[in-house]
């Protein structure tokens, strides 16, 4: 069975920094792309960033220039580095991924993690 782990919400003053990790475990094959995705109360799940196997990026525009993401392919994990963390960052914080395993390609979830900014 294939699982996503994710660590490093938590809660942080306006202006600071938090870093998301998320890793992949199971019978895995390959892993495409990798993502975070956020959603506050509300709203909408959507796309904050994502990046391929050869690491090309994609941000949403609220996030670029202050949000980086980063995988490291032999942990199987992917990365996300928070910095000038304003109070609508405010979500919970979900990672995705693209995975060939013993269950064939599929797109999975990792369970959320809340990130709180105070203003």
């Known amino acids: 069975q294939v699982q996503l782990v994710e660590s490093g919400g938590g809660l942080v003053q306006s202006g600071g920094s938090l870093r998301l990790s998320c890793a992949a475990s199971g019978s895995i094959f390959t892993i495409y792309t990798m993502g975070w995705y956020r959603q506050a109360p509300g709203k909408q799940r959507d796309l904050v960033a994502d990046?391929?196997?050869?690491?090309?990026?994609n941000y949403a525009d609220s996030v670029k220039g202050r949000f980086t993401i980063s995988r490291d392919n032999a942990k199987n994990t992917v990365y996300l580095q928070m910095d000038n963390l304003k109070p609508e960052d405010t979500a919970v914080y979900y990672c995705?991924?693209?995975?060939?395993?013993?269950?064939?390609?599929?797109?999975?979830w990792g369970q959320g993690t809340q990130v709180t900014v105070s203003s």
């Open positions: 990046i391929t196997r050869t690491d090309i990026t």
């Open positions: 995705n991924a693209r995975i060939w395993s013993d269950y064939g390609l599929r797109n999975y």
